[in-house]
């Protein structure tokens, strides 16, 4: 379904917003340039301060700056949904947005669906917020973050804490990996530990949870998988090499315990690469490229079916006739004829990729699976083909598009279900919006 450029509109809201920056943004550049360079320029050559501009020029200046400043305001796209365009169902009806103090890259729900808790895109910031009101209770800053939007955060089972990459001084700590934090008052219970590697210290930025066990990545090119309850370490997987039989750092983490396995994904451009390990045995069982020319950048897998679901972020060209083997697409709508920006389904213990989904044309920086799993959300936003951002919902077995919310700012992130799988969470830029999705989920087992 191709999305068109929303047109033009006039925005009271953004008319309004220039006005601090027309009366005070242009008076101070005119008092520096005339001022400072011009009247150093004077003085250096001896001339007088009346060879200045004239205040009824000055004036004159001023009012160009004004009408070009509020005309480029009124015609701008808007910062918040600009609604669905033609094609497209609509993904549902707001009730809550909130704003952070910072751009948030993650967004995850409470067992309980009473919070949301995020961290920023650059993971130096966990907060957390009433889901109802959204009013902040705390926030808790890190030493450093990975400057990485994978998926570092989540409630533990019981909806008492929030693990986290590891809030302290890595080389005080080499061996630190998580942090676990208080939902009361964002202190640290406790932190998690495992054995170093060669080189290097363990630092995680991204994490799976299924069950009672979390598989997390680690450095040197591994992963350890904890035991929730107690957060003993249960066994390491890999080293994880690529083709060349070089260590590889590890992007993205998917566990399936029932399946006995762990999903590895990593790479940028024309290198991404995902790789299958039994967990039992600590051996790779499959390895395959999800892109000929893109890097991954998002990944879950269904732990009912077993798909595994990948995002990417660069165009992609394939003939029509491979794609259509892959998935249901009405081609005369929906995909342009030379350029993809899909999400892909895949079984992971063979590489084969069993579906395409269908949608806007950017890069997925965030997936999420409903809790009964039948439903797939993505924010995707940013690409040479659009500067716009998307919430996105599709049914995961059919690909079918059930819902699309689009922003005029592509700095999307986060998305999340609440628990209930009623709701939906995700954030533009600062902005956090909480959106109702029983209606397109109204069959919601």
């Known amino acids: 379904m191709q999305i068109p450029s929303p047109s033009p509109r006039f925005n009271y809201l953004k008319a309004l917003s220039c006005i601090p920056h027309i009366f005070i943004s242009p008076w101070l550049q005119l008092k520096y340039y005339f001022f400072g360079v011009y009247g150093r320029y004077c003085m250096v050559r001896g001339i007088m301060f009346e060879k200045l501009p004239k205040p009824s020029h000055i004036r004159c200046v001023l009012f160009v700056l004004l009408l070009t400043s509020f ?22 009806t707001e009730v809550q947005r909130f704003y952070a103090p910072d751009d948030i890259g993650n967004l995850v729900w409470s067992p309980d669906q009473r919070y949301l808790a995020g961290s920023n895109e650059h993971d130096t910031i966990v907060y957390l917020w009433n889901a109802e009101s959204g009013r902040e209770i705390w926030r808790r800053q890190k030493v450093r973050g990975s400057g990485y939007r994978g998926n570092g955060l989540a409630f533990t089972s ?3 804490a929030i693990i986290t990459s590891f809030v302290g001084v890595g080389r005080e700590r080499p061996e630190a990996t998580l942090s676990v934090l208080s939902v009361r008052d964002g202190s640290v219970l406790r932190d998690v530990y495992a054995p170093l590697p060669e080189r290097g210290m363990n630092y995680s930025h991204n994490f799976s949870i299924d069950k009672d066990q979390v598989a997390v990545s680690l450095g040197g090119s591994r992963v350890g998988i904890f035991d929730e309850k107690d ?6 997987i890999g080293p994880v090499l690529n083709k060349f039989g070089d260590p590889v750092g590890i992007d993205h983490v998917a566990l399936d315990v029932n399946r006995d396995i762990v999903v590895l994904g990593w790479g940028g451009l024309g290198f991404a690469t995902v ?9 790779k069982v499959a390895e395959f490229k999800p892109y000929s020319v893109s890097g991954i950048t998002a990944m879950t897998i269904n732990r009912d079916s077993g798909r595994l679901v990948t995002g990417g972020d660069m165009v992609i060209t394939w003939p ?20 993809w920006r899909l999400v892909r389904g895949w079984n992971p213990l063979t590489g084969e990729r069993e579906i395409v989904y269908a949608g806007p044309e950017s890069m997925q920086r965030t997936l999420n699976l409903s809790p009964d799993g039948r439903w797939l959300a993505a924010a995707n936003g940013g690409s040479i083909r659009t500067n716009h951002g ?18 005029g700012d592509n700095g999307i992130s986060g998305v999340s279900f609440s628990p209930d799988g009623r709701k939906l ?12 999705v029983s209606s397109i989920v109204s069959d919601f087992r």
């Open 71 to 92: 005309l480029c305001g009124c015609m701008m796209p808007n910062d918040g949904p600009t609604g669905t365009q033609e094609g497209y169902p609509p993904l549902g």
């Open 158 to 160: 019981d909806g008492r």
């Open 231 to 236: 957060w003993s370490l249960i066994r390491m």
């Open 275 to 283: 790789q299958t390990w039994k967990l039992s045995e600590n051996r």
């Open 320 to 339: 029509k006739e491979e794609l259509a083997k892959y998935g249901p697409i009405d081609f005369s709508t929906s995909i342009r004829d030379d350029h």
């Open 390 to 407: 998307y919430a996105t919902i599709w049914n995961l077995e059919s690909g079918e598009i059930r819902g699309v919310r689009i922003h």
């Open 425 to 436: 969470a995700y954030a533009v830029a600062s902005h956090i919006y909480i959106v109702d």
